[in-house]
C-alpha cells in the first residue's frame, strides 16, 4: 500500500509559478514510477508529467513542455512539479499518481492515487 499526499496548489494569476509536492508513505518510493494529471471541471483527468523510479527520464505532456518541470528525491519520499508560466488553462485539480509500468501518460496504467490539489490561474 502507497499513500500519497499533494500539496501546494493555490490561487495564482497568469504568468506565475507555483511548486506542488506529493508526499509517499507505505513501500519504497524509489521502486515506483511516478506520475502527475490534472483533472478540470467538466473534463477527463490528463495526463501531465511522469518520472521513471530512478528520476532518469521524464515525459511531459505537449501542453505543459518548457514550462513544467517534475522531479523526485527518493530520501525524501517526494515528487515535485514545478510549474512555470502559468495560464488559465491549466486551473485544475492536480494529482500525483504511483505504479505505471509501460504507460506513462495512461491513468489506468497507475495503481496509487492521491486526494488531489486545486491550482486556479486567473486572467
Known amino acids: 500500500q502507497v499513500q500519497l499526499v499533494e500539496s501546494g496548489g493555490g490561487l495564482v494569476q497568469a504568468g506565475s509559478s507555483l511548486r506542488l509536492s506529493c508526499a509517499a508513505s507505505?513501500?519504497?518510493?524509489?521502486?515506483?514510477?511516478m506520475g502527475w494529471f490534472r483533472q478540470a471541471p467538466g473534463k477527463e483527468r490528463e495526463f501531465v508529467a511522469a518520472?521513471?523510479?530512478?528520476?532518469?527520464?521524464?515525459v511531459y505532456a505537449d501542453s505543459v513542455k518548457g514550462r513544467f518541470t517534475i522531479s523526485r528525491d527518493n530520501a525524501k519520499n517526494m515528487m515535485l512539479l514545478q510549474m512555470n508560466n502559468l495560464k488559465p488553462e491549466d486551473s485544475a485539480v492536480y494529482y500525483c499518481?504511483?505504479?505505471?509500468?509501460?504507460?506513462?501518460?495512461?491513468?489506468?496504467?497507475?495503481?496509487?492515487w492521491g486526494q488531489g490539489t486545486q491550482v486556479t490561474v486567473s486572467s
Open positions: 499518481a504511483t505504479g505505471w509500468l509501460t504507460g506513462p501518460s495512461n491513468s489506468s496504467d497507475y495503481n496509487y
Open positions: 518520472i521513471t523510479r530512478s528520476g532518469g527520464s521524464t
Open positions: 507505505g513501500r519504497t518510493f524509489g521502486n515506483y514510477n
